[in-house]
């Protein structure tokens, strides 16, 4: 009988080899959950009247942003690990490829390049937000499984059926007595694409707009990560009794629940495109009821200017026949 297993093993490796150029698994992850984000956010933004390829070109704008963003808060909440007494130094900082990338940094700074992208290219920023929505869920949840390859990210040791191995050297202080932990990547990955299908099955039946459906997808999502951090023993920041991103957490729901309860209660439905003419193209345009041209009917004579002409012809008409008698 095949003994069941009782544990999830850890991959050896997170890179592979091809020629000279390294393909990592975290790199990967971040990339395939771009890729998915704006193909669904391009469906659902043409759906709600959209311009195809608007959210293709936005993404132009909201990855490179987001992944500044996310590099910087994580190493701003944990400037330790690298500025620290014991820290890996300046250099080590700028390695994203090594993990490291915090999520509200990611979202902040996406949401500045998208913000940026949606004027230039005359759309609303809700909207953009409302097509995205499921979209960065389904993100997030595929770029864990760079986690899984680099071994971070881990739970509390746990012996249950689906604990996740860890090697020696990936484990923190404290806990090399311990062989297997929560996989809290896993759980974040379910997570997150359960609350995905939820805001697409709640969005087609309650048709959320003006952001509603975005601050959905915080709030979803900030539920989830709220009882998740609080597994995880990786070394971070604490606030009393708890973790910095759990404070964020519940910062973040609070706001987006207050958000998308106001965007019900205002009915803000502003429209896909918000693009207005250029003023100046306004007035260059000639006015056609004071325009001139020599087909224009000229105004009609007076009575007055009538009756003098009749009377200078016939005055004219007499002097030639005095003329003829002469």
């Known amino acids: 009988m095949i003994p069941l297993t009782t544990s999830i093993p850890s991959p050896g490796t997170g890179v592979w080899e091809i020629g000279p150029f390294p393909l990592r698994a975290y790199a990967l992850g971040i990339i395939v959950g771009a890729l998915l984000a704006i193909w669904i956010g391009e469906r659902r933004f043409q759906a709600r009247g959209g311009r195809e390829g608007v959210i293709s070109d936005i993404a132009i704008w909201a990855i490179p942003f987001g992944i500044v963003g996310a590099r910087l808060y994580h190493v701003v909440t944990d400037y330790q690990l690298y500025f620290g007494a014991d820290g890996s130094g300046a250099v080590e900082a700028l390695k994203i490829w090594n993990g490291g990338l915090g999520i509200w940094g990611a979202i902040a700074g996406g949401a500045l390049g998208a913000w940026i992208a949606a ?97 959905l997808y915080a709030m979803l999502y900030t539920a989830g990560r709220f009882w998740i951090e609080q597994l995880r023993i990786d070394p971070v920041n604490m ?88």
Do not use: C
């Open 239 to 326: 606030i009393g009794p708890w973790r910095l991103n759990v404070w964020t957490s519940l910062l973040v729901f609070a706001a987006a629940a207050y958000l998308f309860w106001r965007a019900g209660r205002t009915g803000a439905d502003e429209p896909v495109e918000v693009d207005e003419p250029d003023e100046s193209e306004v007035d260059e345009q000639p006015d056609d009821e004071t325009d001139e041209s020599p087909d224009a009917e000229q105004p009609a004579e007076s009575s007055e200017d009538v009756e003098e002409d009749e009377e200078t012809s016939d005055d004219g008409d007499e002097e030639e026949r005095a003329d003829l008698v002469k």
């Open 119 to 215: 004027r230039r290219a005359g759309v609303s920023i809700m909207a953009v937000g409302d097509a995205l929505a499921p979209g960065l869920l389904v993100a997030q949840a595929v770029g864990r499984i760079g986690n899984y390859f680099n071994q971070e990210l881990f739970g509390k040791p746990t012996e249950l059926p689906w604990a996740l191995e860890i090697d020696v050297l990936h484990r923190p202080s404290g806990f090399f007595e311990y062989a297997t932990f929560h996989p809290t990547f896993l759980y974040e990955m379910l997570w997150n694409l359960a609350a995905a299908a939820l805001l697409v099955a709640l969005d087609r039946r309650y048709k959320f707009v003006g952001g509603r459906a975005f601050w």
